[in-house]
């Protein structure tokens, strides 16, 4: 079983309003990515992990009725993005062999891209990456055996920190494009990919 986490909490500071519910061309951006992880048939539940503006955010998966989709709050949100990320792997299932963590405001990706992931992890990865020219991006996934230390995860401290640890466990796998490393933080950056890339 195979289950997303998609942080979507934050209080999006450096963009000054927040950034999941803005549109990539005409849809919002947080929509666009439940959106494709749903178009990957290897996603088996989509937790999104809701904070600031949680019923803003939330409002604009209205319509979506696949029912692999949660949304789950998350309080602590202004403690930073480990909390997010600790919440969102609480919320999967018991049952789950992996664990994928997309950021909400990397919206490019491609479900092809999470096939690769998930294949790489089927062939041993214990954490897969995506890469591109050098340049490592989300989403990334981490085996099942890695959710009581996401669950501990606090703070700032996210994902990446756990991947430095286990870098011995470390896949990367490289991608055809390199439109999975468009990261969204500031208004400057939406604004060269509103209309799409």
């Known amino acids: 079983m195979v289950s997303a986490v998609v942080l979507a909490a934050g209080w999006s500071k450096r963009m000054g309003t927040k950034k999941e519910i803005l549109p990539i061309a005409g849809e919002p951006m947080i929509r666009k990515v439940v959106s494709t992880i749903l178009d990957s048939p290897t996603v088996d539940e989509v ?19 696949d029912e692999r989709v949660e949304l789950v709050g998350n309080v602590r949100f202004s403690e930073g993005l480990g909390t997010s990320l600790a919440q969102g792997a609480r919320a999967c299932s018991w049952r789950t062999d992996a664990i994928l963590v997309f950021l909400a405001d990397a919206p490019f990706f491609t479900a092809g891209d999470i096939s690769a992931l998930v294949e790489a992890h089927a062939g041993g990865a214990g954490i897969a990456v995506p890469v591109h020219g050098g ?10 055996t890695y959710r009581d230390a996401l669950e501990g995860l606090a703070g700032d ?19 055809p494009d390199d439109a999975f490393l468009v990261d969204i933080d500031e208004r400057v950056d939406y604004e060269a990919v509103r209309d799409g890339i």
């Open 157 to 175: 401290a996210g994902a990446r920190h756990l991947i430095e640890k286990e870098s011995e466990h470390v896949v990367e796998v490289e991608l």
């Open 47 to 65: 937790i999104v992990v809701l904070g600031y503006r949680a019923n803003d955010v939330g409002g604009e998966l209205v319509g979506i009725t």
């Open 135 to 144: 340049r490592r991006g989300h989403p990334v996934l981490l085996d099942g």
